[in-house]
């Protein structure tokens, strides 16, 4: 019998559930009567002719659309399959040998996986003299889809008949094994990372490639690997498994080559492993830039974010902080710290939050909190208040957003700044927040403090540099229509957050939340006539507060906005599978990551995008398009961009004929464009 082996998940109770009553089921399977034949993967036990006292058994597994099986090793969740031979005496099974496996991410657990027709072949030597053999076969296995695993089993027969005609199917299936190494290769192992060195010749391809381990507990399923060139010889480096870590004397595994498929087995053995080497372009793991230098991109990144578009809808806040900085000296440093402090604790609870989920094994990245429809709503709730108080309709009592200039109001104005600042990444940030997320929690958290303070910087100048403050404005009547002025930019950005809330959950959810405006609008309307009345406006403040709170956790399901938006690109959605086919097809490919709340992508898209002129430069060079669309959290859509070192949008990635790929500017113009498709 196959060695049996299972692992559980620790991150999603539902698959925890699922796999424990799995086991339970397997484990007990002597006592258990056997089921009726499987529903979700058929199985069906075929036997090969026999040559010079040798045959093949094969197990043909049938998945339903949806549903998939698992490799000897399945990886962080999943179960093998388990086979159980009743053959007459002197008839003996080797190893059952499987093709090469898919990967699947699901809520951050890596799983090894066959998502259509594969067959397990196991040899079997026979004695001579015997026409006909035959062979039954227990086999008990985990079906699979996204959502729930269900245990199933199957009792099936055959007959090993030594002159049977040859079947074709298994010239096909044992294609698809691995080509074993004809070499032995060698590892070396240690508390962080397990090193292997593979005998390849450098002219063997290598196309998104991964290692499979056949041992458990040895290595972080999920973690990248990472691949380098050193003449023949193939390094791969790939993280310990994070928890009880296994040792080992040996290794098996199997290589994966490129998307479609093909791959070799290897065995490894303790022994030297070379260092240095070339990376390979696609590997799983970017080389990082050192931490200064990242450091140093965080706070230009931060810096730029000043004056990105994602920025513009807050400019009324920060102009109307510029202007009371020059009230006077003390009071321009004060403020100018609360504000300081408010955006670097924004960025630093952010930062918290995404290492914590990505943690927890959620695929989120940077700006993830705008693609919570109930984040989206509560926003467009404040700017609603936020353009009301500007235009005098009520006044905060407390410290808020536009009050006569207190330090509160000020680190309360960083705080907002922060948090809807950073939708969008800007130059030098992709790859310091790219970073982040492949960094240790404290040079990640680093990294975010950085970044806040490259926004805050502007702020701190004017604070501490007299001869700054000296070129401001000085307070006056001037600065009431000034804020009237700047309620227009915070109106627009209350539409702007009304159409994504539109984008992200249809009209029905529009509607929802055009009413709760309507009603806090009315509600700040009271607080205002109180105010002015020389009256305490606690009812009305609390009930407005109430108000929106109950809005917000009582929305409704959003129901996706259906309607395809118009454009003159023809893109298709991205997918992996998409990306790997127009890959295979030589052609150019343009991967266009985007969101609708990422004003620096439609910025992008309207300048040098969704044009003629780029449209026609595409087709005549025959350039693949694939558009992913994050506005909701998309899993295979945030595994691309942490391949990529990106940590969120835009990402503009370019693959040339001869398949290598290439990181476009964040800020796009035709030009490139047109030049990259005539290249």
Not at 238 to 252: K, S, T, W
Not at 484 to 508: E, F, H, Y
Not at 582 to 599: E, H, I, N, Q, Y
Not at 654 to 673: D, M, S
Request: hydrophobic letters at 50%; one cysteine or more; glycine letters at 8%.
């Amino acid at each position: 019998m196959q060695k049996r082996r299972y692992r559980l998940p620790v991150t999603v109770l539902c698959h925890l559930m699922v796999l424990l009553g799995a086991v339970m089921v397997l484990l007990g399977a002597g006592s258990v009567p056997a089921r009726a034949a499987p529903t979700h993967i058929a199985a069906q036990l075929l036997a090969g002719p026999v040559k010079d006292g040798k045959a093949t058994l094969a197990i043909r597994m049938t998945p339903e659309a949806g549903w998939h099986g698992y490799w000897l090793n399945p990886g962080d969740a999943g179960l093998g399959m388990q086979l159980s031979w009743d053959m007459p005496e002197g008839v003996k099974t080797g190893q059952p040998r499987y093709p090469v496996p898919q990967t699947l991410v699901v809520q951050g657990l890596m799983n090894h996986v066959y998502e259509s027709e594969y067959a397990v072949l196991v040899p079997v030597t026979v004695p001579a003299g015997k026409a006909r053999i035959p062979v039954r076969l227990k086999a008990q296995w985990l079906a699979c889809t996204e959502q729930i695993c269900v245990p199933e089993r199957t009792e099936l027969a055959t007959e090993i008949v030594a002159d049977a005609a040859h079947d074709p199917r298994f010239d096909t299936w044992t294609q698809r094994l691995p080509a074993p190494l004809d070499a032995p290769a060698a590892f070396s192992l240690n508390d962080k990372a397990l090193r292997l060195a593979i005998p390849l010749p450098a002219t063997v391809p290598l196309d998104a490639p991964h290692l499979f381990v056949g041992q458990d507990k040895l290595i972080d399923y999920a973690a990248p690997q990472a691949f380098a060139r050193k003449g023949d010889m193939l390094l791969v480096t790939i993280p310990r498994a994070r928890f009880a870590a296994q040792n080992a004397e040996g290794i098996d595994a199997v290589l994966r080559l490129d998307a479609a498929g093909n791959g070799i087995s290897l065995t490894a053995k303790p022994g030297p492993v070379p260092s240095g080497g070339t990376m390979l372009a696609g590997s799983e793991a970017p080389k990082l830039p050192a931490l200064p230098w990242l450091l140093l991109a965080a706070l230009a990144g931060g810096l730029l974010l000043n004056v990105m578009p994602c920025v513009f809808p807050i400019l009324s806040l920060k102009a109307l902080s510029l202007a009371r900085a020059g009230e006077s000296e003390a009071h321009a440093r004060i403020e100018g710290l609360a504000y300081a402090a408010g955006v670097i604790i924004a960025c630093l609870g952010l930062g918290a939050m995404l290492l914590a989920l990505r943690a927890g094994g959620e695929q989120v990245g940077w700006a993830f909190q705008l693609q919570e429809p109930a984040v989206v709503v509560a926003l467009f709730a404040l700017a609603v208040a936020i353009t009301a108080n500007l235009l005098g309709l009520f006044e905060f009592s407390v410290p808020g957003f536009a009050s006569a200039g207190s330090p509160q109001s000020a680190f309360a104005t960083g705080l907002l700044a922060a948090f809807v600042a950073t939708p969008c990444t800007g130059p030098f940030m992709a790859s310091a927040m790219g970073a982040a997320l492949l960094l240790p929690v404290a040079p990640a958290m680093a990294l975010f403090a950085t970044l806040g303070l490259g926004i805050a910087l502007p702020f701190l100048a004017v604070a501490f540099v007299p001869a700054l403050r000296a070129r401001l404005p000085r307070p006056g009547k001037w600065m009431v229509t000034f804020r009237r002025v700047m309620a227009v930019p915070m109106g627009l950005t209350a539409l702007a957050l009304g159409w994504l809330i539109w984008r992200l959950g249809g009209s029905a959810s529009l509607a929802y939340v055009g009413a709760l405006a309507a009603l806090v609008l009315a509600l700040l309307g009271l607080v205002g006539r109180a105010q002015r009345a020389g009256k305490r406006a606690l009812m009305p403040a609390f009930a407005t507060v109430a108000v929106l709170a109950v809005g917000v956790l009582t929305m409704p399901e959003p129901q996706p906005h259906a309607q395809e938006e118009a454009s003159i690109i023809k893109a298709q959605a991205f997918s992996p599978e998409a990306l790997a086919k127009a890959r295979a097809s030589g052609k150019p490919v343009f991967v266009w990551m985007t969101a609708d709340w990422c004003l620096t992508c439609k910025v992008n898209e309207a300048a040098a995008i969704e044009r003629e002129d780029t449209r026609n430069a595409f087709e005549k060079a025959g350039v693949a398009v694939l558009r992913g669309d994050w506005t909701r959290r998309d899993p295979a859509i945030t595994r691309y961009l942490t391949e990529q070192g990106a940590a969120g949008v835009p990402l503009y990635v370019w693959y040339g004929r001869n398949g290598r790929a290439e990181t476009l500017p964040q800020v796009l113009t035709p030009a490139l464009l047109a030049e990259k498709a005539g290249g």
